[in-house]
């Protein structure tokens, strides 16, 4: 069975990023028993178009880095219908995120229908969007709750 997750921020070169390459090191480091007949594919996107074709966004790329992962070669675009189409979950960083949407899904697809899409905190409970970095500086607590987030969806997906 294969499980396919795409993380999505306004300019996927901070917050979804840093998801995408959580959650796969999160899966990297499960044991071979856990994923028997599962197999991961992690993506992110961005909402916008300000930032395709930039890296990740220096200070995103060091917080991954201070914990051994490597997000080298990401590159941000954006989400399309397509996406919406193709994977299982689409897990946003927050409420402007999924305003957003309306600009990229038809109206029929943007009262999610088939329940895809979740914000990233509602996996652990709590209702609040996951701060944005580019806004606050503050790439540390980001990366907790990315962190947080990432560990609960992965539970509550592999149960």
Same mark, same amino acid.
């Given at each position: 069975?294969?499980?396919?997750?795409?993380?999505?921020?306004?300019?996927?070169?901070?917050?979804?990023? *840093?998801?995408?390459?959580?959650?796969?090191? @999160?899966?990297?480091? #499960? /044991?071979? &028993?856990?994923?028997? =007949?599962?197999?991961?594919?992690?993506?992110?996107?961005?909402?916008?178009?300000?930032?395709?074709?930039?890296?990740?966004?220096?200070?995103?790329?060091?917080?991954?880095?201070?914990?051994?992962?490597?997000?080298?070669?990401?590159?941000?675009?954006?989400?399309?219908?397509?996406?919406?189409?193709?994977?299982?979950?689409?897990?946003? *960083?927050?409420?402007?995120?999924?305003?957003? @949407?309306?600009?990229? #899904? /038809?109206? &029929?697809?943007?009262? =999610?229908?088939?329940?895809?899409?979740?914000?990233?905190?509602?996996?652990?409970?709590?209702?609040?969007?996951?701060?944005?970095?580019?806004?606050?500086?503050?790439?540390?607590?980001?990366?907790?709750?990315?962190?947080?987030?990432?560990?609960?969806?992965?539970?509550?997906?592999?149960?």
């Amino acid at each position: 069975m294969k499980i396919k997750i795409l993380f999505v921020c306004h300019g996927n070169i901070c917050r979804s990023p *840093m998801a995408e390459f959580v959650m796969k090191k @999160l899966v990297r480091d #499960l /044991p071979a &028993e856990s994923l028997a =007949d599962v197999e991961f594919e992690i993506a992110s996107a961005a909402t916008s178009t300000e930032e395709i074709g930039n890296p990740v966004y220096p200070p995103a790329r060091r917080m991954l880095a201070s914990h051994g992962i490597d997000c080298s070669g990401k590159t941000a675009r954006q989400m399309t219908v397509r996406d919406y189409e193709y994977y299982d979950y689409i897990v946003l *960083m927050d409420r402007n995120n999924l305003r957003n @949407l309306r600009w990229i #899904l /038809p109206p &029929e697809l943007q009262k =999610d229908p088939n329940h895809k899409i979740s914000l990233l905190m509602d996996w652990v409970g709590k209702s609040r969007d996951v701060a944005d970095p580019w806004y606050t500086g503050d790439f540390q607590a980001t990366w907790d709750d990315v962190n947080e987030g990432c560990k609960a969806m992965l539970a509550q997906i592999l149960r």
